[in-house]
């Protein structure tokens, strides 16, 4: 498993907005959060935090971080949506990411328990340096799943 970069954190974003993205507002619990960042909301504070799979009820995937905050402060993050900024150059079109065992790290493959955060998404335009379709990071949360 590796970590999928961040390529710069001014370059996290929705690519565009569609019926389908969804943009939702939070605060961020303990230690802030970082744009990039897959959080879950900690079910006591109702606060959001750094999510992973290496610990048991952190792997509760509610979206990605859009901007970075310090703790007690409200953020927006993503919860489904076409996010630019992340390094998928390693990845197969149409790959699943996964949340890491590496807090708030999104990952090429399931860590210790197995939670998806979206998928490489082909896009109509092609990248110069490959000729290829360029790829984005379309990204899913389920609200209902509790793991």
Not at 18 to 33: K, P, V, Y
Not at 64 to 82: K, M, P, W, Y
Not at 83 to 96: E, M, P
Not at 115 to 142: C, E, F, H, I
Request: hydrophobic share 40%; net charge negative.
């Amino acid at each position: 498993m590796a970590d999928v970069t961040v390529l710069t954190i001014q370059q996290i974003g929705p690519l565009f907005k569609h019926e389908n993205t969804r943009i939702f507002s939070g605060l961020a619990g303990t230690g802030g959060i970082t744009a990039g960042q897959g959080v879950y909301c900690d079910p006591t504070t109702g606060t959001f935090l750094p999510t992973t799979t290496g610990t048991s009820g952190k792997y509760q995937f509610r979206g990605i971080a859009l901007e970075t905050v310090g703790a007690g402060q409200a953020f927006d993050r993503i919860e489904e949506g076409a996010v630019g900024g992340f390094d998928l150059s390693a990845l197969n079109f149409d790959a699943l990411v996964y949340v890491s065992d590496t807090a708030g790290k999104l990952a090429t493959a399931a860590g210790t328990n197995t939670a998806v955060a979206g998928r490489v998404m082909a896009m109509s335009d092609r990248d110069p340096a490959t000729s290829l379709p360029s790829k984005v990071l379309y990204v899913r949360s389920n609200q209902n799943s509790n793991w």
